[in-house]
Protein backbone atom coordinates (compact mmCIF):
# COMPACT_ATOMS: atom_id res chain seq x y z
CA UNK A 1 0.00 0.00 0.00
CA UNK A 2 1.38 2.75 -1.23
CA UNK A 3 0.20 6.46 -0.26
CA UNK A 4 1.29 9.32 -3.61
CA UNK A 5 0.16 12.88 -2.62
CA UNK A 6 -0.82 14.41 -6.52
CA UNK A 7 -0.71 18.17 -6.30
CA UNK A 8 0.28 21.25 -7.92
CA UNK A 9 -0.70 24.97 -9.44
CA UNK A 10 0.24 26.34 -6.05
CA UNK A 11 1.21 29.44 -7.41
CA UNK A 12 3.50 30.69 -4.35
CA UNK A 13 4.10 33.39 -3.67
CA UNK A 14 2.58 34.57 -6.72
CA UNK A 15 -1.00 34.78 -6.60
CA UNK A 16 -1.29 32.40 -3.29
CA UNK A 17 0.38 32.91 0.10
CA UNK A 18 0.42 29.43 0.70
CA UNK A 19 -1.23 26.29 1.25
CA UNK A 20 -5.12 26.92 2.89
CA UNK A 21 -4.38 26.11 6.83
CA UNK A 22 -6.78 22.88 6.88
CA UNK A 23 -5.02 21.41 4.05
CA UNK A 24 -1.53 21.71 6.09
CA UNK A 25 -3.15 20.46 8.86
CA UNK A 26 -3.71 16.61 7.14
CA UNK A 27 -0.84 16.78 5.60
CA UNK A 28 1.63 15.39 7.91
CA UNK A 29 4.73 13.68 7.64
CA UNK A 30 5.08 10.16 8.19
CA UNK A 31 2.00 8.76 5.78
CA UNK A 32 2.88 9.65 2.10
CA UNK A 33 5.52 7.87 0.05
CA UNK A 34 5.79 9.55 -2.50
CA UNK A 35 4.35 13.97 -3.82
CA UNK A 36 3.95 14.04 -7.91
CA UNK A 37 3.61 17.99 -8.26
CA UNK A 38 2.11 18.88 -11.98
CA UNK A 39 4.14 22.22 -11.74
CA UNK A 40 3.97 25.79 -10.66
CA UNK A 41 5.00 25.69 -6.96
CA UNK A 42 6.58 28.61 -7.83
CA UNK A 43 9.05 29.12 -5.38
CA UNK A 44 11.68 26.91 -4.02
CA UNK A 45 9.94 27.37 -0.24
CA UNK A 46 6.88 24.84 -1.39
CA UNK A 47 9.48 22.28 -2.80
CA UNK A 48 11.14 21.91 0.66
CA UNK A 49 8.10 21.86 2.15
CA UNK A 50 7.30 18.72 -0.22
CA UNK A 51 10.54 16.99 0.79
CA UNK A 52 9.57 16.84 4.33
CA UNK A 53 6.24 15.08 3.79
CA UNK A 54 7.58 12.29 1.60
CA UNK A 55 11.23 10.54 0.73
CA UNK A 56 10.20 10.94 -3.06
CA UNK A 57 9.65 13.86 -4.58
CA UNK A 58 9.00 14.24 -7.92
CA UNK A 59 8.61 18.40 -9.76
CA UNK A 60 7.79 18.87 -13.36
CA UNK A 61 8.05 22.14 -14.84
CA UNK A 62 5.16 24.37 -14.55
CA UNK A 63 4.88 27.73 -16.78
CA UNK A 64 5.45 30.31 -13.75
CA UNK A 65 8.22 27.86 -12.20
CA UNK A 66 11.00 30.25 -10.81
CA UNK A 67 13.18 26.89 -10.53
CA UNK A 68 13.76 24.27 -13.83
CA UNK A 69 12.53 21.16 -13.53
CA UNK A 70 11.77 18.19 -16.10
CA UNK A 71 9.32 18.34 -18.57
CA UNK A 72 8.48 15.20 -18.01
CA UNK A 73 8.50 12.50 -15.78
CA UNK A 74 7.77 8.58 -15.97
CA UNK A 75 7.40 7.33 -11.91
CA UNK A 76 7.17 3.10 -11.10
CA UNK A 77 4.81 2.67 -8.15
CA UNK A 78 4.04 -0.48 -7.33
CA UNK A 79 2.89 -1.98 -10.56
CA UNK A 80 2.17 1.08 -12.12
CA UNK A 81 3.51 3.79 -14.32
CA UNK A 82 2.40 7.16 -13.73
CA UNK A 83 3.35 10.01 -15.63
CA UNK A 84 3.74 13.72 -14.85
CA UNK A 85 3.57 16.45 -16.64
CA UNK A 86 1.87 19.85 -16.17
CA UNK A 87 0.44 20.85 -19.72
CA UNK A 88 0.92 24.06 -20.42
CA UNK A 89 2.67 22.34 -23.48
CA UNK A 90 -0.71 20.88 -25.02
CA UNK A 91 -2.36 23.26 -27.01
CA UNK A 92 -5.31 23.77 -27.37
CA UNK A 93 -5.20 23.60 -23.68
CA UNK A 94 -6.67 20.76 -22.05
CA UNK A 95 -8.17 18.93 -25.38
CA UNK A 96 -8.61 15.31 -24.17
CA UNK A 97 -7.32 13.75 -27.61
CA UNK A 98 -4.12 15.38 -27.13
CA UNK A 99 -3.68 14.29 -23.29
CA UNK A 100 -4.93 10.47 -24.22
CA UNK A 101 -1.72 11.30 -26.87
CA UNK A 102 0.71 12.44 -24.69
CA UNK A 103 -0.25 9.33 -22.10
CA UNK A 104 0.37 7.06 -24.75
CA UNK A 105 3.40 8.59 -25.87
CA UNK A 106 5.02 8.76 -22.33
CA UNK A 107 4.16 4.97 -22.08
CA UNK A 108 2.33 5.39 -18.55
CA UNK A 109 -0.97 3.75 -17.05
CA UNK A 110 -1.89 7.31 -15.49
CA UNK A 111 -0.87 10.09 -16.31
CA UNK A 112 -1.14 12.88 -14.04
CA UNK A 113 -1.42 16.43 -15.20
CA UNK A 114 -2.37 19.89 -14.10
CA UNK A 115 -2.63 23.75 -15.97
CA UNK A 116 -5.95 24.53 -16.85
CA UNK A 117 -7.48 21.44 -15.18
CA UNK A 118 -10.04 21.53 -12.13
CA UNK A 119 -9.43 18.25 -9.94
CA UNK A 120 -11.17 14.85 -11.53
CA UNK A 121 -10.22 12.14 -13.98
CA UNK A 122 -11.02 11.05 -17.72
CA UNK A 123 -10.55 7.30 -18.50
CA UNK A 124 -10.08 6.62 -22.46
CA UNK A 125 -11.26 3.48 -24.20
CA UNK A 126 -8.18 1.77 -23.38
CA UNK A 127 -8.30 2.07 -20.09
CA UNK A 128 -5.53 4.71 -19.70
CA UNK A 129 -6.41 7.02 -16.63
CA UNK A 130 -5.69 10.65 -16.89
CA UNK A 131 -6.12 12.85 -13.56
CA UNK A 132 -5.73 15.68 -12.40
CA UNK A 133 -5.73 17.58 -9.05
CA UNK A 134 -6.62 21.37 -9.32
CA UNK A 135 -4.80 23.97 -7.89
CA UNK A 136 -3.93 23.16 -3.76
CA UNK A 137 -4.16 26.95 -3.24
CA UNK A 138 -7.58 27.74 -5.18
CA UNK A 139 -5.32 29.82 -7.52
CA UNK A 140 -7.06 31.53 -10.65
CA UNK A 141 -6.48 29.87 -13.95
CA UNK A 142 -4.22 32.48 -16.00
CA UNK A 143 -7.52 34.46 -18.21
CA UNK A 144 -9.75 33.70 -15.26
CA UNK A 145 -10.83 35.79 -12.25
CA UNK A 146 -12.74 33.16 -10.46
CA UNK A 147 -11.11 30.91 -8.27
CA UNK A 148 -11.75 27.76 -7.65
CA UNK A 149 -11.39 25.36 -4.28
CA UNK A 150 -8.49 24.21 -3.63
CA UNK A 151 -8.19 20.71 -4.36
CA UNK A 152 -5.35 17.78 -4.30
CA UNK A 153 -5.46 14.07 -4.86
CA UNK A 154 -4.31 11.39 -2.62
CA UNK A 155 -3.88 7.92 -4.46
CA UNK A 156 -3.63 4.84 -2.60
CA UNK A 157 -1.63 2.50 -4.90
CA UNK A 158 -2.09 -1.53 -4.59
CA UNK A 159 -0.32 -3.32 -6.79
CA UNK A 160 -2.80 -2.51 -9.91
CA UNK A 161 -5.37 -1.29 -8.27
CA UNK A 162 -5.83 2.67 -7.44
CA UNK A 163 -8.04 4.23 -5.01
CA UNK A 164 -8.01 8.02 -5.39
CA UNK A 165 -9.40 10.69 -2.81
CA UNK A 166 -10.31 14.18 -3.60
CA UNK A 167 -9.72 16.73 -0.89
CA UNK A 168 -11.41 20.17 -1.53
CA UNK A 169 -11.57 23.13 0.12
CA UNK A 170 -15.11 23.91 0.26
CA UNK A 171 -16.63 27.48 1.44
CA UNK A 172 -12.76 28.35 0.68
CA UNK A 173 -12.30 28.21 4.36
CA UNK A 174 -12.28 24.90 6.75
CA UNK A 175 -14.78 22.55 5.24
CA UNK A 176 -12.85 19.90 3.61
CA UNK A 177 -14.81 17.43 1.34
CA UNK A 178 -12.84 14.21 1.25
CA UNK A 179 -13.92 11.25 -0.87
CA UNK A 180 -12.92 8.57 -3.21
CA UNK A 181 -12.94 9.61 -6.47
CA UNK A 182 -12.03 6.04 -8.21
CA UNK A 183 -11.65 3.16 -7.50
CA UNK A 184 -10.29 0.70 -10.00
CA UNK A 185 -7.97 -1.61 -11.20
CA UNK A 186 -5.50 -0.33 -13.93
CA UNK A 187 -4.79 -2.46 -16.51
CA UNK A 188 -3.92 -1.55 -20.16
CA UNK A 189 -3.38 -3.58 -23.58
CA UNK A 190 -1.81 -1.13 -26.08
CA UNK A 191 -2.67 -3.42 -28.71
CA UNK A 192 -6.08 -1.20 -29.35
CA UNK A 193 -8.01 -3.85 -27.85
CA UNK A 194 -10.88 -1.86 -25.23
CA UNK A 195 -10.66 -3.14 -21.68
CA UNK A 196 -13.56 -2.66 -18.93
CA UNK A 197 -11.47 -2.03 -16.09
CA UNK A 198 -12.96 -0.58 -12.70
CA UNK A 199 -13.05 -2.97 -10.01
CA UNK B 1 5.65 -26.21 54.91
CA UNK B 2 3.07 -28.82 55.65
CA UNK B 3 4.90 -32.19 56.27
CA UNK B 4 3.35 -35.35 54.06
CA UNK B 5 3.74 -38.91 54.96
CA UNK B 6 4.95 -39.96 51.71
CA UNK B 7 7.27 -36.80 51.31
CA UNK B 8 6.19 -33.82 49.05
CA UNK B 9 4.58 -34.14 46.02
CA UNK B 10 6.22 -33.05 42.67
CA UNK B 11 5.05 -30.36 40.58
CA UNK B 12 4.36 -32.34 38.00
CA UNK B 13 1.97 -34.21 40.61
CA UNK B 14 0.49 -31.80 41.99
CA UNK B 15 -1.18 -30.90 38.54
CA UNK B 16 -1.69 -33.94 37.28
CA UNK B 17 -2.85 -35.98 40.13
CA UNK B 18 -5.81 -33.70 41.73
CA UNK B 19 -9.10 -32.39 39.70
CA UNK B 20 -8.67 -29.31 41.45
CA UNK B 21 -4.82 -27.86 41.75
CA UNK B 22 -4.11 -26.87 45.34
CA UNK B 23 -2.18 -23.57 44.12
CA UNK B 24 -1.03 -22.51 47.84
CA UNK B 25 1.03 -25.98 47.58
CA UNK B 26 2.62 -25.29 44.16
CA UNK B 27 3.60 -22.10 45.66
CA UNK B 28 5.11 -23.84 48.93
CA UNK B 29 6.76 -26.14 47.20
CA UNK B 30 8.28 -23.46 44.85
CA UNK B 31 9.28 -21.45 47.61
CA UNK B 32 10.76 -24.37 49.53
CA UNK B 33 13.27 -25.13 45.94
CA UNK B 34 10.91 -27.60 44.23
CA UNK B 35 11.66 -27.12 40.65
CA UNK B 36 9.24 -27.85 37.58
CA UNK B 37 10.10 -31.44 36.06
CA UNK B 38 9.07 -30.26 32.34
CA UNK B 39 8.33 -27.78 30.11
CA UNK B 40 4.90 -28.63 30.27
CA UNK B 41 4.40 -28.41 34.19
CA UNK B 42 6.86 -25.14 34.14
CA UNK B 43 4.09 -23.54 31.73
CA UNK B 44 1.21 -24.45 33.49
CA UNK B 45 2.79 -24.11 36.74
CA UNK B 46 3.34 -20.31 35.66
CA UNK B 47 -0.23 -20.23 34.49
CA UNK B 48 -1.79 -21.29 37.60
CA UNK B 49 0.44 -19.07 39.55
CA UNK B 50 -0.27 -16.08 37.62
CA UNK B 51 -4.39 -17.21 38.19
CA UNK B 52 -4.84 -17.56 34.10
CA UNK B 53 -5.61 -20.81 35.02
CA UNK B 54 -8.31 -21.65 37.49
CA UNK B 55 -7.49 -24.25 40.19
CA UNK B 56 -10.21 -26.13 38.69
CA UNK B 57 -8.83 -28.42 36.13
CA UNK B 58 -12.54 -29.19 33.98
CA UNK B 59 -12.45 -25.29 34.02
CA UNK B 60 -9.30 -25.77 31.74
CA UNK B 61 -10.98 -26.56 28.17
CA UNK B 62 -12.93 -23.38 28.36
CA UNK B 63 -10.82 -21.09 29.80
CA UNK B 64 -8.15 -21.85 26.91
CA UNK B 65 -10.02 -21.59 24.39
CA UNK B 66 -11.52 -18.67 24.81
CA UNK B 67 -8.66 -16.86 25.13
CA UNK B 68 -6.97 -18.58 22.38
CA UNK B 69 -9.94 -17.28 20.09
CA UNK B 70 -9.95 -14.05 21.62
CA UNK B 71 -6.48 -13.69 20.50
CA UNK B 72 -6.91 -14.98 17.00
CA UNK B 73 -9.57 -12.24 17.03
CA UNK B 74 -7.49 -9.37 17.84
CA UNK B 75 -4.79 -10.66 14.96
CA UNK B 76 -7.51 -10.83 12.89
CA UNK B 77 -8.25 -7.10 13.17
CA UNK B 78 -4.43 -5.52 13.25
CA UNK B 79 -4.14 -7.46 9.49
CA UNK B 80 -7.08 -5.32 8.46
CA UNK B 81 -6.11 -3.10 5.53
CA UNK B 82 -8.14 0.61 6.04
CA UNK B 83 -8.52 0.27 2.14
CA UNK B 84 -10.90 -2.28 2.82
CA UNK B 85 -12.33 -2.06 6.16
CA UNK B 86 -12.67 1.82 6.54
CA UNK B 87 -16.23 3.15 6.21
CA UNK B 88 -17.32 5.96 3.84
CA UNK B 89 -16.34 9.57 4.85
CA UNK B 90 -12.88 7.96 6.42
CA UNK B 91 -10.17 8.93 4.33
CA UNK B 92 -6.19 8.19 4.28
CA UNK B 93 -5.01 11.69 6.18
CA UNK B 94 -7.75 11.63 8.80
CA UNK B 95 -6.73 12.65 12.06
CA UNK B 96 -9.93 11.59 13.75
CA UNK B 97 -9.71 9.12 16.87
CA UNK B 98 -11.82 6.69 15.14
CA UNK B 99 -10.41 6.62 11.86
CA UNK B 100 -9.05 3.11 10.23
CA UNK B 101 -6.64 5.13 8.63
CA UNK B 102 -5.65 6.85 11.68
CA UNK B 103 -4.98 4.18 13.20
CA UNK B 104 -3.41 2.38 10.53
CA UNK B 105 -0.38 4.89 11.01
CA UNK B 106 -0.52 4.27 14.32
CA UNK B 107 -0.13 0.70 14.45
CA UNK B 108 2.87 0.97 11.84
CA UNK B 109 4.93 3.43 14.13
CA UNK B 110 4.39 1.15 16.96
CA UNK B 111 5.65 -1.55 14.40
CA UNK B 112 8.56 0.06 13.76
CA UNK B 113 9.81 0.07 17.26
CA UNK B 114 8.39 -3.47 18.51
CA UNK B 115 10.38 -5.06 15.38
CA UNK B 116 13.51 -3.50 16.29
CA UNK B 117 13.27 -4.42 20.16
CA UNK B 118 12.10 -8.29 18.54
CA UNK B 119 15.25 -8.41 16.84
CA UNK B 120 17.37 -7.93 20.17
CA UNK B 121 15.61 -10.51 21.61
CA UNK B 122 18.32 -12.96 23.22
CA UNK B 123 20.02 -12.20 20.13
CA UNK B 124 22.57 -14.52 20.38
CA UNK B 125 19.98 -17.64 20.49
CA UNK B 126 18.64 -19.28 17.86
CA UNK B 127 15.41 -20.30 19.57
CA UNK B 128 14.08 -16.82 19.94
CA UNK B 129 15.22 -15.70 16.27
CA UNK B 130 12.70 -18.45 15.27
CA UNK B 131 10.44 -16.75 17.92
CA UNK B 132 10.37 -13.23 16.27
CA UNK B 133 6.80 -13.54 14.34
CA UNK B 134 4.99 -14.67 17.66
CA UNK B 135 6.71 -11.78 19.59
CA UNK B 136 5.73 -9.10 17.05
CA UNK B 137 2.43 -10.46 16.69
CA UNK B 138 1.98 -10.68 20.60
CA UNK B 139 3.70 -7.11 21.34
CA UNK B 140 1.36 -5.30 18.66
CA UNK B 141 -1.49 -7.01 20.09
CA UNK B 142 -0.91 -6.01 23.57
CA UNK B 143 0.02 -2.27 22.46
CA UNK B 144 -2.95 -2.39 20.40
CA UNK B 145 -5.49 -4.03 23.32
CA UNK B 146 -3.65 -1.37 25.62
CA UNK B 147 -3.43 2.10 24.66
CA UNK B 148 -3.05 3.98 27.49
CA UNK B 149 0.28 2.46 27.32
CA UNK B 150 0.82 1.34 24.22
CA UNK B 151 4.45 -0.79 23.11
CA UNK B 152 7.28 0.40 25.62
CA UNK B 153 10.60 -0.85 25.37
CA UNK B 154 11.06 -4.04 27.84
CA UNK B 155 8.26 -5.49 27.23
CA UNK B 156 9.45 -7.89 24.77
CA UNK B 157 11.82 -9.02 27.57
CA UNK B 158 9.19 -9.90 29.93
CA UNK B 159 7.33 -11.64 27.00
CA UNK B 160 10.50 -13.78 26.14
CA UNK B 161 10.53 -16.50 28.76
CA UNK B 162 6.95 -17.20 28.05
CA UNK B 163 6.39 -17.39 25.30
CA UNK B 164 9.68 -19.74 24.93
CA UNK B 165 8.53 -22.04 27.37
CA UNK B 166 5.31 -22.16 26.05
CA UNK B 167 6.23 -22.53 22.58
CA UNK B 168 8.18 -25.78 23.96
CA UNK B 169 5.22 -27.29 25.60
CA UNK B 170 5.55 -30.82 23.44
CA UNK B 171 2.39 -31.21 21.33
CA UNK B 172 1.23 -27.49 21.39
CA UNK B 173 0.24 -25.77 18.16
CA UNK B 174 2.38 -22.41 17.61
CA UNK B 175 -0.91 -20.30 17.27
CA UNK B 176 -2.02 -21.46 20.79
CA UNK B 177 1.49 -20.99 22.46
CA UNK B 178 1.39 -17.51 20.91
CA UNK B 179 -2.19 -16.42 22.28
CA UNK B 180 -1.37 -18.07 25.87
CA UNK B 181 2.02 -16.29 25.89
CA UNK B 182 -0.27 -13.19 24.66
CA UNK B 183 -2.30 -13.97 27.73
CA UNK B 184 0.42 -14.61 30.79
CA UNK B 185 2.02 -11.14 29.18
CA UNK B 186 -1.37 -9.33 29.80
CA UNK B 187 -1.52 -10.33 33.50
CA UNK B 188 2.30 -9.72 33.90
CA UNK B 189 1.24 -6.09 32.88
CA UNK B 190 -1.23 -5.36 34.86
CA UNK B 191 1.28 -5.95 37.82
CA UNK B 192 3.86 -4.02 36.00
CA UNK B 193 2.40 -1.31 33.84
CA UNK B 194 3.09 1.52 36.76
CA UNK B 195 6.87 0.92 36.11
CA UNK B 196 5.97 1.11 32.46
CA UNK B 197 4.60 4.73 32.42
CA UNK B 198 6.50 8.07 31.53
CA UNK B 199 6.02 9.08 35.13
CA UNK B 200 9.09 7.35 36.44
CA UNK B 201 6.91 7.83 40.47
CA UNK B 202 6.46 4.25 41.57
CA UNK B 203 9.61 2.97 40.46
CA UNK B 204 11.97 5.68 41.94
CA UNK B 205 9.79 4.64 44.69
CA UNK B 206 10.51 0.48 44.15
CA UNK B 207 14.34 2.14 44.06
CA UNK B 208 14.75 4.13 47.63
CA UNK B 209 13.02 1.29 48.88
CA UNK B 210 15.55 -1.38 47.66
CA UNK B 211 18.27 0.99 48.62
CA UNK B 212 16.51 1.12 52.31
CA UNK B 213 16.90 -2.68 52.01
CA UNK B 214 20.73 -3.12 51.27
CA UNK B 215 21.39 -0.61 54.14
CA UNK B 216 19.36 -2.70 56.12
CA UNK B 217 21.31 -5.87 55.37
CA UNK B 218 24.35 -4.91 54.53
CA UNK B 219 25.64 -1.25 56.21
CA UNK B 220 29.16 -1.91 55.48
CA UNK B 221 28.54 -2.35 51.84
CA UNK B 222 25.82 0.35 51.45
CA UNK B 223 28.06 2.85 52.85
CA UNK B 224 30.93 2.15 50.55
CA UNK B 225 28.50 2.36 47.61
CA UNK B 226 26.88 5.63 48.68
CA UNK B 227 30.25 6.50 49.00
CA UNK B 228 31.25 6.42 45.66
CA UNK B 229 27.56 7.64 44.37
CA UNK B 230 26.42 4.34 43.34
CA UNK B 231 22.43 3.96 43.95
CA UNK B 232 20.04 1.67 42.88
CA UNK B 233 18.67 4.72 40.62
CA UNK B 234 22.28 3.71 38.65
CA UNK B 235 21.66 -0.62 38.32
CA UNK B 236 18.11 -0.86 39.42
CA UNK B 237 15.47 -0.10 37.14
CA UNK B 238 16.30 -2.61 34.55
CA UNK B 239 16.57 -5.44 37.16
CA UNK B 240 13.18 -4.32 38.43
CA UNK B 241 11.04 -3.52 35.31
CA UNK B 242 12.47 -6.41 33.38
CA UNK B 243 12.20 -9.03 36.47
CA UNK B 244 15.86 -9.85 36.08
CA UNK B 245 15.54 -11.33 32.92
CA UNK B 246 19.07 -9.47 31.52
CA UNK B 247 20.68 -10.66 34.46
CA UNK B 248 21.45 -14.30 34.58
CA UNK B 249 21.47 -17.29 32.12
CA UNK B 250 18.00 -18.08 30.37
CA UNK B 251 17.92 -21.48 32.26
CA UNK B 252 18.87 -19.56 35.73
CA UNK B 253 16.47 -17.01 34.95
CA UNK B 254 13.64 -19.80 34.44
CA UNK B 255 13.76 -21.04 37.93
CA UNK B 256 14.45 -16.99 39.53
CA UNK B 257 10.85 -16.76 37.42
CA UNK B 258 9.22 -20.14 39.68
CA UNK B 259 10.25 -17.98 42.67
CA UNK B 260 9.15 -14.81 41.66
CA UNK B 261 5.77 -15.77 40.49
CA UNK B 262 5.12 -18.01 43.67
CA UNK B 263 5.18 -14.71 46.05
CA UNK B 264 2.55 -12.31 46.36
CA UNK B 265 2.29 -9.32 46.31
CA UNK B 266 5.82 -9.81 44.30
CA UNK B 267 7.42 -6.28 44.35
CA UNK B 268 9.21 -6.74 48.02
CA UNK B 269 10.35 -10.69 47.31
CA UNK B 270 11.81 -8.82 44.27
CA UNK B 271 13.57 -6.03 45.55
CA UNK B 272 14.88 -9.32 48.03
CA UNK B 273 16.22 -10.85 45.07
CA UNK B 274 17.71 -7.78 44.10
CA UNK B 275 19.67 -7.07 47.24
CA UNK B 276 20.84 -10.38 47.39
CA UNK B 277 22.17 -9.76 43.73
CA UNK B 278 24.19 -6.86 45.35
CA UNK B 279 25.04 -8.73 48.76
CA UNK B 280 26.49 -11.92 46.48
CA UNK B 281 29.05 -9.42 44.56
CA UNK B 282 30.08 -7.62 47.66
CA UNK B 283 33.75 -8.78 47.81
CA UNK B 284 34.18 -7.36 44.30
CA UNK B 285 32.25 -3.90 45.07
CA UNK B 286 33.69 -3.26 48.44
CA UNK B 287 37.49 -3.21 47.19
CA UNK B 288 36.46 -1.31 43.61
CA UNK B 289 36.14 2.27 42.67
CA UNK B 290 33.34 3.60 40.96
CA UNK B 291 34.18 2.46 37.53
CA UNK B 292 34.33 -1.37 38.78
CA UNK B 293 31.79 -1.21 40.90
CA UNK B 294 29.10 0.23 38.42
CA UNK B 295 30.51 -2.04 35.92
CA UNK B 296 29.99 -4.65 38.34
CA UNK B 297 26.28 -4.37 38.86
CA UNK B 298 25.39 -2.75 35.26
CA UNK B 299 27.10 -5.96 33.80
CA UNK B 300 25.55 -8.47 36.24
CA UNK B 301 25.65 -11.46 33.94
CA UNK B 302 29.18 -11.24 33.79
CA UNK B 303 29.68 -11.79 37.32
CA UNK B 304 28.61 -15.63 37.00
CA UNK B 305 26.35 -15.74 40.32
CA UNK B 306 24.36 -18.71 40.86
CA UNK B 307 20.68 -18.25 41.05
CA UNK B 308 20.45 -20.53 44.04
CA UNK B 309 23.27 -18.52 45.99
CA UNK B 310 20.76 -15.29 44.95
CA UNK B 311 18.20 -17.22 46.39
CA UNK B 312 19.16 -18.77 49.37
CA UNK B 313 20.48 -14.91 50.19
CA UNK B 314 16.94 -13.61 49.82
CA UNK B 315 15.44 -16.32 51.75
CA UNK B 316 18.05 -16.10 54.68
CA UNK B 317 16.99 -12.14 54.87
CA UNK B 318 13.75 -13.38 55.38
CA UNK B 319 14.63 -15.89 58.33
CA UNK B 320 17.52 -13.43 59.68
CA UNK B 321 20.53 -15.94 58.95
CA UNK B 322 23.65 -14.14 58.61
CA UNK B 323 24.98 -13.27 55.23
CA UNK B 324 28.04 -14.11 56.15
CA UNK B 325 27.54 -17.70 57.07
CA UNK B 326 26.00 -18.03 53.65
CA UNK B 327 28.80 -16.51 51.71
CA UNK B 328 30.98 -18.32 53.58
CA UNK B 329 29.48 -21.67 52.88
CA UNK B 330 29.15 -21.27 48.54
Known amino acids: ?199 | MREKENGPESITELIDNNAVVDCQELRVQVWAGSTPENVRSRALLWQLLLSCLPQDKSLWEKTLSEWRTQYAEIVREIAKHPADSAPDGDHPLSLKQDSHWAHFFIVRESEKLIDLDVKRTHPTSSEFRRLEGPMHRILLAYSLQHQEIGYRQGMNELLAPLIYIYSEVPGIKSIDAEADAYHSLATVMKEMSPYYTPSLEALHKELDLLDDTLRLRDPELHRHLTSLSIRPQLYGTRWIRLWLTQEFSLQQTLILWDSILSVHPRMPWIRSICSSMVVAVRDKLLGADFNTAAQTLLRYSTNNVDVELVLKLAHAFRTGSSIQEIMSRR
Open chain 1, 1 to 199: MVLVLVIGDLFVPIKKPGLPNPFKQLLVPGKISHVLCTGNLCGKETEEYFRELADQVHIVQGDMDEYLYPERLVISIESLKFGLCHGHQILPVGNRAALNALRRDMGVDVLLTGSAMKIGYVQDDLGGLIMYPGSATGAPKVDDTTEPDPSFLLIDVQGRKIVAFLYLLVDGVSAIKSQVLLQCLVDIFFSGVPRSLCA
